[in-house]
């Protein structure tokens, strides 16, 4: 079956670091992978979209990387800030698919 | 331009009874999803409408029932409520469908079966 794993430890960093955030997926080929925020009792706001043509994307501090071979997303948040502490939810969806499916999210905590 | 909102915010049900939940999409989005958050893990999909047609559907038993309206608003219904079906329900709305396109979420309705 399909599966998205997403590390459920939750990451803690300092200030000004780079937070690297890892998913990883099974029996799927998704054409496009998606990274959300999430805070507590609050709906995901989405961050940024890649598609499997491509490699890398960025945003401001935010980066993300696809690997189809590996099947595998990286996403980092450079020069952190507590205000980066949140719920980070990975994403796929297939082209012509009809539904988005999520990771469980990894858990950021940005220390001052 | 209004985001999605969703209604109630918060509601306590008893094991039997049935539910109903509200989602307005955002302005100009034909495409309502459904997902279900128990705590700790991800959205998990429920069922999609577009055009006030049901798209699609993920691994939920029938009692678990939806409606888009002409307007692009939606409901989801669950009969027969289960202390399992405490969780955040999530609505989200997106301009495009299977095309990668962003989903814009409400802020859940946040379900407790007593």
């Known amino acids: 079956s399909q599966k998205i794993e997403q590390n459920s430890e939750a990451l803690n960093i300092q200030e000004g670091k780079t937070a690297t955030l890892t998913c990883n997926y099974t029996n799927y080929s998704p054409a496009y992978l998606q990274w959300y925020r999430q805070d507590p009792g609050r709906g995901p706001v989405f961050l940024l979209l890649i598609r499997e043509n491509e490699k890398e994307k960025r945003k401001e501090r935010l980066k993300v990387t696809f690997d189809t071979t590996l099947k595998q997303s990286l996403f980092h948040i450079t020069a952190s800030q507590p205000a980066d502490s949140a719920t980070y939810l990975c994403a796929l969806e297939k082209t012509g698919g009809f539904k988005t499916i999520f990771g469980a999210g990894t858990r950021l905590f940005v220390k001052a | 331009e209004t985001g999605v909102t969703q209604s109630p915010t918060h509601l306590i049900k008893t094991r039997g009874q049935q539910v109903t939940l509200r989602c307005s999409s955002q302005s100009g989005h034909n495409t309502v999803s459904w997902y279900q958050q128990a705590l700790g893990q991800g959205p998990q999909f429920i069922f999609q409408y577009y055009r006030e047609e049901e798209n699609g559907r993920g691994n939920f038993p029938p009692r678990f029932s939806g409606l888009q309206f002409p307007n692009y608003s939606s409901e989801l219904n669950v009969n027969a409520l289960e202390l399992d079906d405490s969780a955040l329900y999530l609505c989200?709305?997106?301009?495009?469908?299977?095309?990668?396109?962003?989903?814009?979420f409400g802020e859940g309705s946040r379900l407790t079966v007593l």
């Open positions: 989200a709305s997106s301009l495009v469908m299977g095309d990668g396109g962003e989903l814009f």
